[in-house]
């Protein structure tokens, strides 16, 4: 009779996230091939923390003539060692035109320029066709930028808002995921807590540049309409999607019979 093959126990766990469970194991280690998947991701993950910035390449997809400034890294090892330089323009950045804009747009390649390449353009346009009657500014390429240089672009630009779409730090699942900060009266000192995010934007894992832009869009709406961002602006529609489960659920459990 033929041997019964062995029950996966964690088959349907792996069907529903990319996170590695259930990897097996091979005397006291991992298997040949999740340990070289592993050793792959985080080859990738440390490639997306050192590649450049390719802003031909990333002003030719933005639509429009983008503008460009330099943080005062002055080359990406700086940039790595001491992420304080990264929040702050560098002095031979040109000088950015003020005027009443609603809105900043930032494009910075944080710590995954990948991520920029992949889905920041589409980020953008979406975010655009969205934003109707809004006076935006022309869109900022920041190189070797993190989230906080939002802050004194958009004070200089004279801005309401700013919207950083950053490279997020690589994870050993992903290395090509893009965040969205979004800060209302941008200017330097500004803290994390007086900013929302909008994280994990990739494509076909993660938030989609239509999802993004949704939740972007009304984040923004929202903040100009009671003139702050950050820890006291809550995303209502994620508050009523939770609201509609638990209602199910409990729905459910009334219709359910006894036994």
Known sequence: MADIPARDAFQALRQATPARVGLGRAGQGLPT??????????????????APLDVARLRDALAGEPLEVHSAAGDRAAYLMDPDLGRRVGRD???????????????????????????????????GARLTGWRIAPVVIARLGRVAIGDPIGAALGARLVVVLIGERPG?????????YITFDPKPGRRDNERNCVSNIR?????????????IAWLLTE???????????????????????AAIRASQSRNTPST
Request: negative net charge; charged residues 20%.
């Open 33 to 50: 091939a999740p340990m070289l998947a592993f050793q792959l991701a985080h080859a990738r993950a440390r490639d997306a923390v050192h």
């Open 203 to 215: 494509e076909p894992s993660g938030l989609s540049r239509d999802q993004a832009a949704d939740k």
């Open 172 to 180: 050993l699942s992903a290395a090509d995921s893009l965040g969205a």
């Open 93 to 127: 950045s040109p000088t950015l035109p003020r005027s009443e804009y609603d809105l900043a747009i930032v494009v910075a390649d944080g710590l995954s320029a990948l991520a920029v390449h992949s889905h920041a353009a589409a980020v953008v346009a979406a975010l």
């Open 223 to 245: 903040a100009r309409r009671l003139g702050f961002t950050g820890v006291e602006l809550k995303d209502r529609e994620v508050a009523s999607q939770l609201k509609d489960q």
